[in-house]
């Protein structure tokens, strides 16, 4: 039986039209329905104190208990006296990202393309390094004016350099590495460590005329290191200080540690977390430390995780905040033990002036007895994760669906573009060579969102496609008013293109799985190519083909997790988010599984419904029913 009958097409039309407008319904509820109501501030610890801006701070600097510097990207430049309530943008003069900022008598940032700036009190004085790479992070042992100073900065391929006789010297070469450097400091002119990507940490005893290896601990050799800071002792009688002890932090939660007395003792033992305790209970990236001691130190990092150890980093205490939620921490400076400032991306800043502890709330991490009873606490959290992870698949399964198709019938199609190869013949005749390029079009499609990794389709359109001006908050479409925020517009169109590669090739199969006789007999009675196609093959190839669309569209739902790799507050990213505040990750992970699956399952059962109403008799393996 075809869709071509009457009866049958007329079931076929009205089956479709109804679950089309169905699901437009539901999209529409999603998409231009209120946001939810913020969540009240809490008084905690720390204090928001944001920089009304778009761009991610990169670094901090506290200059006493209430006057700061703030850098990021775009080379901007914020400063406060007054603790955060108001910041005053600097005039830079570069639009180059500036990723650190350090003081010794005078504040110096340095940033992408080598650029360092120098500020006078007045202005920022350009002092960049003609042929330098980016540059990641600064030290300053010494400092009496700028022509008399040692400054060393990190970068690139294994990039330091150091300001000495008032001239840029190239140390790379010394190095013995190529990996990327993100951290250095300096505790004199000749003692300092340096570490990076790979589990990379080197360390120099002459000023960086030479580098030796530290080998870091085995379980976190393929980790990336992004901070290191040095804690001296400086003797009564001593010109400078000498180190005891060094700190690094990096990917997975990692915080180590060696001490010793002595420049040879320190890097060779590190002080590790067991494996059946880790201190930070974290698994997010750590993006920065301070602190007063080697006892009392300050972590901040990924997914709102901010962290105060006073026992040198055998236990930590929770300070993430929940007005927060959502945002990634690049770094935090106190100028002592209680006045500090964090900074992260989208202009968040925090501020303390009680070492960002409320001791009524943020002693430490809250705790639950019961299953459920953190289950209560966390399913309002993890609603919301739901109801953004909802959003983008909807979206996303529509987008998908209509690529498919169109796709689909492209690489069907019979149009072809002839060709010639070369002039006429004698006889008149010609060679032509047919090409089509619908077909080809829908083949490169397919053949890249197929063959690359989804997680890195969402860096590229993230990241990547802001670069070269493309707006994926839709502004310009739907207002100021009903803008898209970045993340979700870029998770929407990853899932949505990546998904509608594999619809083309699932629709395709269907389409050439209807016999050609269908196609010549709606061209027979007038049909044109598309009307056929439309109202004869369409119809019954995507009935066909509704279980293997079922199996993409779930595959669609767990792919949502990896929106949170690009900061969209989905499920995954809202369980990350709850465990930074409680440290429950048994609980919390489980939470998080139990609401996929019920996402999954119903979406399962209602394709499962479809699937079997929609069935054309006869056709299949499971005849008539």
Not at 284 to 295: A, L, Q
């Amino acid at each position: 039986m075809s869709c071509g009958k009457i009866s049958f097409k007329n079931s076929c039309e009205r089956s479709f039209t109804i679950i089309f407008y169905a699901l437009f319904l539901l999209l529409l509820l999603l998409f231009l329905g209120p946001n939810l109501e913020a969540e009240e501030d809490i008084v905690t610890g720390w204090d928001q104190v944001s920089i009304l801006t778009d761009n991610d701070l990169n670094d901090v600097l506290a200059l006493n208990e209430t006057a700061a510097f703030a850098v990021g990207e775009n080379g901007k430049i914020y400063q406060t006296l007054d603790s955060g309530g108001n910041w005053s943008e600097e005039t830079s003069g570069t639009i180059q990202d500036l990723n650190a900022i350090e003081f010794n008598n005078q504040a110096i940032a340095v940033g992408d393309s080598g650029t360092v700036l120098i500020n006078d009190g007045v202005a920022w004085i350009d002092n960049s390094i003609n042929g330098a790479g980016n540059l990641y992070d600064l030290s300053i042992p010494y400092f009496d004016s700028f022509a008399d100073s040692v400054i060393f900065v990190s970068g690139t391929g294994g990039e330091i350099w150091k300001w000495n006789n008032s001239s840029w010297e190239d140390l790379s070469n010394f190095t013995g590495t190529t990996n990327d450097i993100y951290s250095v400091d300096f505790v004199n002119r000749d003692e300092g460590f340096a570490v990076g990507a790979d589990g990379l940490i080197i360390a120099t005893i002459d000023g960086g005329l030479s580098w030796e290896v530290r080998d870091s601990p085995e379980d976190f050799r393929e980790f990336s290191f992004y901070d290191v800071i040095i804690f001296g002792y400086k003797g009564p009688n001593d010109d400078e200080a000498s180190p005891v002890s060094v700190i690094i932090v990096g990917e997975n939660g990692t915080v180590i540690q060696s001490s010793g007395t002595g420049p040879t003792a320190i890097g060779y033992i590190w002080k590790v977390p067991s494996e059946n305790s880790h201190p930070t209970n974290t698994t997010s990236t750590i993006k920065s430390i301070s602190g007063s001691s080697r006892f009392k130190f300050w972590i901040v990092g990924d997914d709102n995780f901010v962290a105060l150890t006073e026992d040198g980093g055998n236990s930590f205490y929770n300070q993430s905040q929940s007005q927060n939620l959502g945002s990634d921490f690049t770094a935090v400076s106190f100028w002592d033990s209680y006045f500090g400032f964090a900074v992260g991306e989208e202009g968040t800043v925090m501020y303390t002036d009680r070492e960002g502890q409320d001791p009524r709330i943020l002693d430490t991490a809250e705790s639950y007895d019961t299953f459920w009873e953190y289950a209560k606490y966390a399913f309002p959290t993890l609603k919301e994760g739901m109801y953004n992870t909802l959003k983008i698949i909807v979206l996303a399964i529509f987008m998908g669906f209509t690529i498919g198709v169109t796709l689909a019938v492209f690489k069907t199609s019979q149009f072809n573009v002839r060709i010639p190869l070369s002039l006429p013949k004698k006889d008149g005749t010609w060679n032509y060579f047919n090409i089509n390029p619908l077909k080809i079009f829908a083949t490169i499609y397919t053949d890249i969102f197929r063959n690359t990794p989804l997680l890195v389709q969402f860096f590229f359109i993230y990241f990547g496609l802001v670069q070269v001006g493309i707006d994926l908050t839709f502004e310009s479409i739907l207002g100021p008013e009903r803008a898209l925020e970045r993340a979700y517009g870029s998770a929407v169109v990853a899932l949505g293109l990546n998904s509608g590669a594999y619809q083309t090739e699932i629709i395709r199969s269907g389409i050439q799985a209807i016999p050609s006789g269908q196609m010549e007999a709606g061209r027979s009675i007038g049909l044109t190519y598309l009307q056929t196609m439309r109202y004869v093959v369409l119809p019954q190839a995507i009935r066909i083909v509704i279980p293997p669309l079922g199996n993409e569209t779930i595959n669609l739902v767990l792919n949502s997790a990896l929106a949170s790799a690009i900061g969209f507050g989905e499920l995954t990213r809202r369980g990350k988010l709850l465990i930074s505040l409680t440290f429950e990750t048994f609980w919390t992970w489980t939470l998080v599984l139990m609401f996929y699956f019920v996402i999954t399952y119903t979406l399962a059962n209602i394709l499962k419904y479809l699937e079997k109403r929609l069935k054309i008799p006869g056709l299949g393996l499971g005849g008539e029913e």
